[in-house]
């Protein structure tokens, strides 16, 4: 299993979907990006997706949450599917929103991880989930996963 976006280049988000970015709400990036998700397991009934800042740890002590999707049934999200696509399910992100928001490193380019993940059903989850609950609600649920790195200049 494998993704793609061509909102990532060479290793680099484009700008357009961070703290450079036009579409701004709840005071933070909201323009998300699209995705493709290829070759998943047979028998996947859902994705769920997880993209965070793992380098965030050394600025705010822990791993900021940048977006949290469940449930997803397609195998692909079109740009600003955050804030237009009405039948996926959204957790809560570091900013308390159930939405995307978009990288604004602070004090040096830092690297986001997309994580994505195929699993057998879909979760038992509302739109104000945690990553905690969504870890847990996963868990023996996992098919497959694979994940995509990508730098965001400060």
């Not at 900021?64 to 399910?89: G, R, T």
Request: aromatic residues 12%; neutral net charge.
């Amino acid at each position: 299993m494998y993704i793609e976006s061509s909102a990532i280049k060479n290793n680099i988000l484009d700008d357009k979907y961070g703290k450079r970015g036009k579409q701004k709400k709840f005071g933070m990036p909201t323009l998300s990006f699209p995705l493709k998700i290829f070759n998943y397991p047979k028998g996947t009934v859902s994705f769920a997706i997880i993209f965070d800042d793992p380098d965030s740890v050394k600025v705010c002590g822990k791993i900021w949450i940048h977006w949290l999707v469940a449930n997803l049934q397609k195998d692909y999200l079109d740009e600003d599917d955050s804030l237009n696509n009405f039948n996926i399910i959204q957790g809560k992100n570091s900013w308390n929103e159930n939405c995307y928001g978009g990288p604004c490193p602070p004090e040096r380019p830092h690297n986001y991880r997309l994580r994505v993940y195929a699993l057998s059903s879909k979760l038992n989850l509302r739109g104000d989930f945690s990553i905690e609950q969504l870890e847990q609600e996963m868990n023996k649920k996992i098919l497959d996963q694979c994940e995509l790195f990508a730098l965001y200049n400060n």
